[in-house]
């Protein structure tokens, strides 16, 4: 079976500091990922997406980037954060064979930054 | 590009109720359309899903839903609430060769005992 883990499972950090968020899949060869974030009581948004190794694509960058280093891992960054960088931030997967594929996702991350 | 409205933000029912969580999606191609749902503090989970076929989809824990073309919408429906049904509820829909559905802004569900 598939598993999706998320790390950390929270952070509160200071304007201005980096930010690396997580996930891997398991059991899974070359999904597709994405990255949400969600703000509070919000609607999702996507960030980012991955089809392949080494290849992300942007949706909506919010001063954040992604990156996918090998085939189960997808990260998220920046090296500055803002106070609007608060939420929560999901990541998913699906199985990348075509039509109408169901996301599942990962417990998300709560980031809060003070 | 493809949209989902969700009208309603909340919705309260007494437990053994039914329900009915209203979704409206545009978009002019064939909608692939989801129902997620969302524990406190959890990731989204899928319910069900419709891509072709019959319009009324069965999911998961007792909920299906229609979709109607005329209408643009695919709302979720159970015949009987329980209290663990308690949480946010998102409507989604893709489309053909998009694999990240485009989500609406969730209803939360509260069930009163």
């Known amino acids: 079976a598939q598993t999706i883990h998320q790390w950390p499972v929270a952070e509160i950090k200071a304007v201005g500091s980096p930010l690396s968020l997580g996930c891997t899949i398991k059991g899974k060869s070359s999904p597709n990922l994405y990255w949400y974030w969600q703000a509070t009581g919000g609607t999702l948004q996507q960030l980012f997406y991955?089809?392949?190794?080494?290849?992300v694509e942007s949706v909506v960058q919010l001063n954040l980037s992604a990156s996918r280093p090998k085939d189960d891992q997808f990260i998220l960054s920046t090296e500055k954060l803002l106070l609007s960088h608060s939420g929560f931030y999901l990541c998913?997967?699906?199985?990348?064979?075509?039509?109408?594929?169901?996301?599942?996702f990962g417990s998300g991350t709560r980031l809060t930054v003070l | 590009a493809q949209s989902v409205t969700q009208p309603d933000a909340r919705v309260t029912v007494s437990e053994g109720a039914s329900l009915q969580l209203r979704c409206k999606y545009s978009y002019s191609g064939t909608p692939y359309l989801f129902w997620y749902v969302q524990y406190p503090r959890q990731g989204l989970q899928l319910l069900l899903k419709y891509y072709s076929g019959d319009p009324v989809v069965q999911g998961v824990n007792g909920f299906e839903a229609e979709f109607i073309k005329s209408n643009s919408s695919f709302h979720l429906r159970k015949a009987s609430v329980h209290w663990s049904d308690s949480a946010v509820y998102f409507c989604?829909?893709?489309?053909?060769?998009?694999?990240?559905?485009?989500f609406g802004a969730g209803t939360k569900l509260s069930v009163k005992p």
């Open positions: 989604a829909v893709s489309a053909y060769n998009n694999n990240a559905p485009r």
């Open positions: 998913a997967w699906s199985p990348g064979t075509g039509i109408a594929e169901t996301l599942y």
């Open positions: 991955s089809i392949t190794v080494g290849q």
